[in-house]
RNA sequence: GCCCUGGUGGUGUAGGGGCUAUCAUGUGGGCCUGUCGAGCCCACGACUCGGGUUCAAAUCCCGGCCAGGGCGCCA
């Protein structure tokens, strides 16, 4: 079989298949790319070529073509890679306007055959079927567009972040404590001992606080060995976090609108052909969000038919009906102190009440973020409150000691984002190689 | 982890104690000079695994595995 293909010698790629303009009708171009469909109608051979952008079509007309060429296309397999040197011509009759007559064709590599999924979209195959042959899924740019979309959104991100005077900074992802309470960790083996996976950078971008650096951000992998199952949670997510010094919870509040804000904006402006291969009309909200106190929130759950007692979490049910009620972006702000983690600020003149809040997209969850306390011995007090053990946080806890000034920051899911932003039903989709309950490959 | 539903060619499905197991797409072959979900003809290809009931199981029952939906868990 590999016999028959070609080298790719001296050949290289003078056209992406979308990027054609009419001045250069008759100009020799070359393309490559997988053979997406091939339509033998016996005197002429219609090749559809698609490559990153896009999709351009190979016409051969028996009459204007060798027949040592049009054997050769006749022999082409679906999938299989190409590169073609054509002349391109404009035509009405083309999809997309242009098609190239080839003038010499290589193969470069052969495609299996018959493939584990369809990359025309004629026949839908399932999430699972899809994540098994990613690579192959990845072919279909309705699949596709949303890695180009999320590259957008992480692009912006950090533009606007770096604009902010933010700098990027990186926290160890293999992690000692099992200690800081609440989510499960993936154990794992360093050396002769036990280490976790991380499940946030939080103790340590708080830590940088304390190093004059002022304003850090990081986008990492977090891990967390929940056996949740549902369409919005990974056992690994990309956290974008910030922390910020000599700042408050709304302050940080500001940034995370302003930042929502103009990365929708970015989306929308440069990925206009992305949103419309997904059919999605991306609203841009104003700012600032609306901001809705936990105590309303209890009390519009409630109104709405499902039972929530002031103190509680959002339950699933309440998610819905509060996301109901709100639209599009919007703060849950002043959650009870007891509810959040022990570096969470408690409210001066309230201290059940916290300076924590969360970002929600409709029914979504997909920030949250606090004033922190930066006074070591309100923070031991509040580690002992909370049944944890202030002797397995030392480390954390004396960076306190020396000069912590007042900071704040939040985290904000990528993908979740990306969900909100390409209306994708399942976080999986928003994920090249989701990690979850069940997969752990590819 | 719990509840509900399901697992049929490569893919997506119909069927539902005994027939040659349906359809689409695909794959292989043939015809065709403007296809664009091309069309037409021929062929190929499947009942999740283990156990049980039964003269007979893809179909009913039990269990495993896997999936879909919902929930829980998720500082």
């Known amino acids: 079989m590999n016999k028959l293909t070609d080298s790719l010698g001296d050949w290289r790629r003078t056209h992406y298949s979308k990027r054609m303009d009419p001045e250069m009708s008759g100009e020799q171009i070359t393309v490559m790319g997988w053979i997406h469909e091939i339509r033998d109608l016996g005197g002429i051979i219609f090749v559809l070529l698609r490559d990153r952008d896009g999709i351009i079509q190979i016409t051969a007309p028996s009459k204007k073509i060798s027949k040592e060429l049009l054997d050769e296309i006749r022999k082409l397999k679906k999938e299989s890679v190409i590169a073609v040197r054509g002349n391109i011509q404009e035509s009405g009759k083309a999809p997309g306007g ?31 079927t899809r994540l098994d042959s990613r690579y192959i899924d990845l072919r279909r740019p309705t699949s596709s567009v949303i890695f180009k979309i999320k590259s957008r959104m992480l692009h912006s991100v950090r533009n606007f972040l770096e604009k902010g005077e933010f700098i990027e900074i990186n926290t160890p992802k293999l992690v000692a404590s ?83 804000h103009t990365v929708l904006g970015d989306v929308a402006n440069y990925g206009e052909d992305e949103l419309k291969l997904l059919g999605v009309d991306l609203e841009i909200p104003d700012i600032p969000f609306d901001r809705i106190d936990y105590d309303d929130v209890v009390d519009i759950v409630n109104s709405k038919g499902v039972n929530m007692g002031y103190g509680e979490d959002l339950s699933r049910a309440a998610e819905k009906a509060i996301g109901e009620h709100m639209n599009n972006y919007y703060f849950i ?43 070591h011995d309100l923070l031991v007090e509040r580690i002992k409150k909370q049944g944890l053990n202030p002797v397995s946080f030392e480390r954390y806890l004396a960076a306190f000691e020396y000069g912590m000034p007042p900071h704040a920051g939040w985290g904000l899911g990528a993908e979740r984002f990306t969900m909100c932003i390409t209306g994708a039903k399942n976080i999986r989709e928003t994920v090249l190689f989701p990690r979850d309950r069940r997969r752990l490959t590819p």
């Not at 986008?219 to 929940?226: C, N």
């Not at 199952?229 to 709304?250: K, M, Q, Y």
Request: glycine fraction near 4%; aromatic fraction near 8%.
């Open 333 to 375: 702000t002043h959650w009870p102190t007891d509810i959040k983690p022990f570096y969470v600020m408690p409210d001066d003149k309230d201290p059940k009440r916290s300076c924590a809040f969360d970002l929600m997209y409709k029914d979504l969850e997909i920030s949250s973020g606090a004033q922190r306390v930066h006074k």
């Open 98 to 128: 242009y098609e190239i007559i080839p003038n010499e064709i290589k193969l470069l590599n052969q495609s299996k055959l018959p493939l584990p999924l369809d990359t025309t979209d004629k026949v839908r195959a399932e999430i699972d």
């Open 178 to 260: 099992a200690t800081e309470g609440g989510t499960e960790l993936f154990p794992i083996t360093y050396f002769e001992r036990e280490a976790f996976l991380g499940q946030s950078p939080q103790l340590y971008k708080q830590m940088m606080m304390a190093t004059g650096l002022d304003k850090v951000y990081e986008i990492a992998p977090i891990f967390r060995a929940e056996e949740h199952d549902t369409l919005r949670h990974l056992n690994e997510v990309i956290s974008i976090d910030i922390e910020a010094s000599f700042c408050d919870h709304e302050d940080v509040m500001k940034i995370l609108e302003g930042m929502v």
